[in-house]
């Protein structure tokens, strides 16, 4: 059993930068991955990226790749996603997740989901 909330989320101006944090519940934090989605209207819930239970290994989709970076205190028990240079096509309600995988994309691998956070860049 995990519990996640997300916070960081607001308006920027494309260019800008902001990062997400998500802080879970649970001495067993740091053997989950934690992803990161998000949900644009009209489309799929998107993945984001990931990073292993340890911090070690870290994957991207494709549109967000170079842009942003997951990290992870597992001291605090919370995941960070930092966006940079952010462009309008990135407005979307951003969701952190948890999945007892070492590491996955799979949407379906993820057990534990936040109520998700409104990110809108500006142009």
């Known amino acids: 059993q995990v519990q996640l909330v997300e916070s960081g989320g607001g308006l920027v101006q494309a260019g800008g930068s902001l990062r997400l944090s998500c802080a879970a519940s649970?001495?067993?934090?740091?053997?989950?991955?934690m992803g990161w989605f998000r949900q644009a209207p009209g489309k799929e819930r998107e993945f984001v990226g990931s990073?292993?239970?340890?911090?070690?290994?870290?994957t991207y989709g494709t549109s967000v790749e170079g842009r942003f970076t997951i990290a992870r205190d597992n001291a605090k028990n919370t995941g960070y996603l930092q966006m940079n240079n952010l462009k309008p096509e990135d407005t979307a309600v951003y969701y952190c997740?948890?999945?007892?995988?070492?590491?996955?994309?799979?949407?379906?691998?993820?057990?534990?989901w936040g109520q998700g956070t409104q990110v809108t860049v500006s142009s």
């Open positions: 997740a948890a999945s007892p995988l070492l590491i996955t994309a799979d949407i379906d691998e993820y057990a534990y």
């Open positions: 990073i292993s239970g340890s911090g070690g290994t870290t």
């Open positions: 649970g001495r067993a934090f740091s053997t989950y991955a």
